[in-house]
Nanobody, 123 residues
Framework: QVQLVESGGGLVQPGGSLRLSCAAS????????MGWFRQAPGKEREFVGS???????YYADSVKGRFTISRDNAKNTVYLQMNSLKPEDTAVYYC?????????????????WGQGTQVTVSS
């Protein structure tokens, strides 16, 4: 069993930055691919990006060049650095882990989800 806890959400102005963190329980964090998803009001949950066990990253086109995912296996934590935020980035952001491939996280079921953290981009 893996428990994921996100933090770092909040209100930010357009053009601003936020860094989300996702702390994972358990001693097998390094054995999982990790990913970030988001769900805006009235919309389906969508893939934001993922990072493999060997630190290869994948991103949705909508965030490429603005968001960066990283992981610290010593701290059992994955991060989502979000820059140049836009109002359309407003959503609840979820952390997820998968025993499968990172590049498949956008299309295959994941194993564990966090509870989500709200990000609101507004002036």
């Amino acid at each position: 069993q893996v428990q994921l806890v996100e933090s770092g959400g909040g209100l930010v102005q357009p053009g601003g930055s936020l860094r989300l963190s996702c702390a994972a329980s358990g001693r097998t964090f390094s054995g999982y691919a990790m990913g970030w998803f988001r769900q805006a009001p009235g919309k389906e949950r969508e893939f934001v990006g993922s990072i493999s066990r060997s630190n290869i990253t994948y991103y949705a086109d909508s965030v490429k060049g603005r968001f960066t995912i990283s992981r610290d296996n010593a701290k059992n934590t994955v991060y989502l650095q979000m820059n140049s935020l836009k109002p359309e980035d407003t959503a609840v952001y979820y952390c997820a882990s998968s025993r499968g491939a990172a590049q498949a996280m956008g299309v295959m079921p994941v194993d564990y989800w966090g509870q989500g953290t709200q990000v609101t981009v507004s002036s």
